[in-house]
């Protein structure tokens, strides 16, 4: 047995290690390349390097019409499962009531059900109601969808923070609504961080809840780019998913540099899966 | 003189469990009132039920003569000195101390003002800006004491605020607050279940014992006058003897005590009834100094304890009742084990206790 | 002594009692009315077709042709086989790499093996899976690399076909796998290890009797999130799949299209049984290895 970084076992490790990185990142790089190259179809080598799907992208006015409609549910979708997320949290963690326990594990529940037969549920629900091709179908469905994992990281955030801090704030005065505001939400940011974070995460690339709920009207963006791909494949998709890719790096960078990693881990790994 | 605080028969279940069990005080304006007691007696949640964070199962609650029983923690006029101080970490001091001036939607500088003030008073002069996680233990103990203080409260509530400091910074800190109290003449609440740091604070005590009060008195009268065998054993120590009234009278009371007849003084206590006694260690004389003693025996010395200043010695009776002597070094010469010695002591210091 | 009545309290203590229930009231509403509701409007039109054409009636139509042929029988043999090869891939995978990236011992590398991981997360499955068939594809950059080394003479065909869909899919769901690993073999205390050291254990017999076993609440938990995740999925293996595999989301998405809403239902419906049967039994696994390890570690 060599300790050390001398071991053969750890730097075969360490080596595999690099070969799951090469393959997680390959994809997306290779994405990246595709959406600068001068041909029309997909070919490796690229023949010459140039921006033209770029500007092709630019002309897609459906496309973007689409990234709106995501945008919108995605930001509606987040803020409605922090504050429902929240409230929910709260009456779980400080009261005690009958079937609490059952409470909880039927906001959990949705995580179980197969996104695509929820999806196709949906649809035959919205079509019942007449509400069939809709923001809001599309809202309330993606809704279904984040607000488990918002009560699940909130719960644990909320359990950890510290109460003898509500009561000193009530003690000073403070009614219930300041005891929130100036008092526990400060103290649980990085599960409302981190809840917003994946809502928004979620519901913006929700492909098969969405499919069955969409027609032109309201259209979202990784529906339009499904339909897309299944016409034709041609490098508009690498430029519009380089474009994404950035977005996606930016918010990796940010959440990176702003999150306390120890409050991080603390959330995540109380929140369960 | 004015009732600050009164409680009246309240008490306290969570489920089936009796936390408070009918306890009345009248706790007057000015005083430095401690409630003490072991851990799960009680004292703790009837400090925070006299605060608002909890609530009477039954019973009423009044500050300064109006009913507040149901109101919460932020309509009453009390401010508590929180166990683990509470102190808010995102805030900085000045903050933490002005949060309840804000609330109450003090001018600015007004508020600058107060907190200037009680930051002086609490010896911090200057500390506003700071962050809470660059204060020492004692700083954020007094930051603590200075947010209760600044909102001038009618009863100040400390819950066990010295637990977690040093035994020398405990210390100093009780004399602190107590000059605190008298500068400022708050009413303070005091919870605590260090006996000794309850005698030397207090104006007056309330023994707490399984969620009753056994006992309502001054720290010199509890120390003499223990009126339940639980406060006997609990404030300070004691030598228990337990018996059988023969002779009760005006001059004093007579009580059988295992073939001994041993004087107490008066107590209302009718002949025949079974009583305990409580003699204090350092009331028991040994050898020379129980020659004028009203009760006095011979007996053997057993065992002999060097402790620094006191020695403490235990002694068995001719009739074999045992007991705890505390003597000064100086007057522990000569007293060696299987020694024969006499011992004895002043009826008056044969405390009848009620059970 | 004045007898002081049990006090039930005013208005305020009500209100405290019953404070929770203004807060859980959006979230039980919103579950119940969208979620609930919406499952069980999918179990009634499984078996009373409201929405198709002519007249509904009560019939159990749809289900008897799901489970009668052996077409769909072969659909969902199917699908529990891709999930059973991706779940394996995965797990080979994602443990070496799990372990491996619990050794690491500078932080900085260690959060910059997190974030390889896990962000490829924010960016859209219909985008990776795109990239998977760029790589993939007969012009694409694996085709062109074996053939540059020399390796072989005729492009291999990696898309639109199970291979493909196997690949992407192990990449997409690889973070799934990995994240309750880590969880659990950090816990691994190195004070155990040494122990079996101590005892004679080399480090394969260490690892096979020490690390495995307490690890296994992990490695399950991460094989039914994968295995669930892969039988659930749409966009990539339709889109990898190229119309030449079909598998029950497959079914799905194409009697949507048909507007054959009954029969959709019962495959949604299956699809479901089957995922809690996997929760199910990995729950069972986890609780009898849970106990054991609980056991071992005290």
Same mark, same amino acid.
């Given at each position: ?5 001398? #071991? ?9 290690l690099? *070969? ?19 041909a ?23 496309l ?55 999806g ?37 955030? *909320? ?9 000193a704030a009530? #003690? ?27 809502a928004?995460?979620?519901?913006? #690339? ?10 032109t009207?309201?259209?979202?963006l990784?529906v ?50 | ?109 007004a ?98 014992n ?19 065998r ?45 009583v ?80 | ?27 039980v ?35 008897q ?59 859209s ?38 291979t ?16 309750p ?118």
């Amino acid at each position: 047995m060599r300790p050390g970084s001398r #071991d053969p076992v750890r730097l075969a490790l360490l080596a595999f290690l690099w *070969l799951v990185v090469a393959f997680m990142l390959a994809p997306i790089v290779f994405t990246l390349v595709f959406a600068f190259s001068d041909a029309s179809y997909l070919i490796f080598p690229p023949p010459g390097y140039s921006l033209r799907w770029f500007a092709k992208l630019f002309e897609q006015r459906a496309l973007f019409a689409a990234a709106v409609n995501s945008l919108v549910v995605a930001i509606a979708a987040t803020l409605a499962s922090l504050v429902v997320g929240t409230a929910a949290a709260m009456g779980l963690v400080r009261y005690r009531f009958f079937g609490r326990e059952l409470l909880r594990t039927l906001f959990l529940a949705p995580l179980i059900v197969p996104r695509i037969a929820f999806g196709v549920a949906m649809l035959i629900y919205a079509v019942l109601l007449r509400r069939f091709g809709g923001l809001d179908s599309l809202f309330l469905a993606h809704l279904m969808v984040t607000l488990p994992f918002a009560i699940s990281i909130l719960t644990a955030a *909320l359990v950890s923070a510290d109460r003898s801090l509500e009561e000193a704030a009530a #003690d000073l005065g403070a009614p219930p609504l300041v005891t929130f505001w100036k008092v526990t939400l400060p103290q649980i940011r990085t599960g409302l961080a981190v809840s917003g974070f994946f809502a928004f995460i979620v519901s913006w #690339d929700q492909v098969e809840t969405s499919l069955f709920l969409v027609k032109t009207d309201n259209m979202t963006l990784p529906v339009a780019m499904f339909y897309y791909l299944q016409r034709q494949q041609d490098p508009v998709i690498a430029a519009l998913s380089a474009l994404l890719i950035g977005v996606a790096v930016v918010g990796a960078v940010i959440a990176v540099l702003t999150v306390n990693p120890r409050d991080l881990q603390r959330v995540l790994s109380a929140g369960g899966r | 003189m004015d009732v600050d605080v009164e409680l009246r028969e309240v008490s306290k279940h969570f489920g089936t469990v009796v936390a408070v069990d009918r306890v009345s005080l009248a706790i007057r304006r000015g005083e430095f009132f401690s409630l003490l007691g072991p851990s799960g007696c009680g004292k703790t949640t009837t400090l925070r039920m006299i605060g608002g964070l909890e609530f009477p199962t039954a019973g009423e609650i009044l500050l300064r003569g109006a009913v507040v029983t149901d109101l919460p923690a932020y309509r009453r006029a009390t401010n508590m000195v929180f166990q683990h101080l509470a102190l808010f970490p995102h805030l900085t001091v000045f903050e933490n101390i002005a949060f309840g001036l804000r609330l109450r939607r003090e001018a600015p500088d007004a508020i600058a003002r107060k907190v200037d003030q009680v930051l002086q008073l609490v010896d911090l002069p200057g500390y506003g800006g700071r962050e809470i996680h660059q204060l020492s233990g004692g700083q954020k103990q007094r930051v603590a004491i200075a947010r209760a203080l600044v909102n001038e409260p009618a009863v100040l509530l400390l819950d066990e605020p010295l637990g977690s400091l040093d035994l020398k910074l405990r210390l100093a800190m009780q004399t602190e607050l107590k000059a605190l109290q008298h500068r400022v003449g708050t009413t303070f609440i005091y919870v605590t279940h260090d006996q000794g740091e309850a005698l030397t604070m207090s104006d007056r005590i309330a023994v707490m014992n399984l969620g009753r009060v056994e006992q309502v008195a001054t720290s010199q009268e509890i120390y003499a006058r223990p009126q339940t065998r639980f406060v006997a054993g609990f404030i300070g120590e004691a030598n228990f003897l337990d018996g059988r009234v023969v002779h009760a009278g005006p001059d004093g009371v007579l009580v059988a005590v295992d073939g001994l007849r041993v004087r107490a003084e008066t107590a209302p206590a009718p002949a025949g009834a079974a009583v305990t006694l409580s003699v204090r260690p350092e009331h028991v004389k040994l050898g020379a100094a129980a020659d004028a003693a009203a009760n006095r025996w011979t007996g053997r010395v057993e065992e002999v304890t060097f402790m620094g200043a006191v020695v403490r010695a235990r002694v068995v009776l001719d009739g074999g009742v045992r007991l705890v002597a505390e003597l000064h070094n100086d007057a522990a010469a000569g007293l060696t084990p299987g020694a024969a010695v006499a011992v004895g002591w002043a009826a008056g210091h044969s405390v009848v206790l009620a059970g | 002594m004045p007898q002081i009545v049990v006090r039930r309290g005013g208005w305020r203590a009500a209100l405290r009692r019953y404070a929770h229930v203004p807060l859980l009231t959006p979230a039980v509403g919103l579950t119940v009315a969208v979620f609930w509701v919406c499952m069980a409007v999918l179990v009634v039109m499984s078996v009373y077709p409201f929405l198709a054409a002519g007249t509904p009636r009560l019939t159990l139509a749809a289900w008897q042709r799901l489970l009668g042929d052996p077409y769909y029988w072969g659909v969902i043999g199917t699908t529990l086989r891709l999930a059973f090869v991706v779940t394996a891939l995965a797990l080979v995978l994602g443990y070496p790499a799990a372990y491996a990236i619990s050794k690491i011992q500078r932080p900085g590398w260690a959060l910059a093996a997190y974030v390889v991981l896990f962000a490829p997360i924010l960016v859209s499955v219909v985008v990776r899976t795109y990239g998977w068939l760029l790589l993939l594809s007969n012009t694409g950059v694996v085709n062109y690399l074996l053939r540059a080394a020399g390796l072989i003479r005729e492009p291999i065909p990696l898309i639109f076909n199970e291979t493909g869909i196997v690949i992407a899919m192990v990449h997409i769901l690889l973070p799934f796998m990995v994240f309750p690993i880590l969880s659990v073999v950090g816990q691994v205390g190195g004070d155990l290890k040494e122990a079996a050291m101590d005892l004679g254990a080399n480090r394969w017999v260490t690892f096979r009797r020490i690390t495995l076993p307490l690890t296994a609440p992990g490695v399950i938990s991460g094989c039914q999130i994968v295995f669930t995740l892969t039988i659930s999925a749409f966009v990539t293996p339709f889109l990898m799949g190229g119309g030449r595999v079909q598998i029950l989301s497959g079914l799905i998405y194409r009697d949507m299209e048909a507007v054959n809403l009954g029969f959709a239902s019962v495959v949604a419906l299956v699809l479901l049984a089957l995922a809690v049967a996997i929760l199910a039994a990995s729950n069972v696994l986890t609780r009898r290895t849970y106990r054991r390890a609980e056991v071992e570690r005290a």
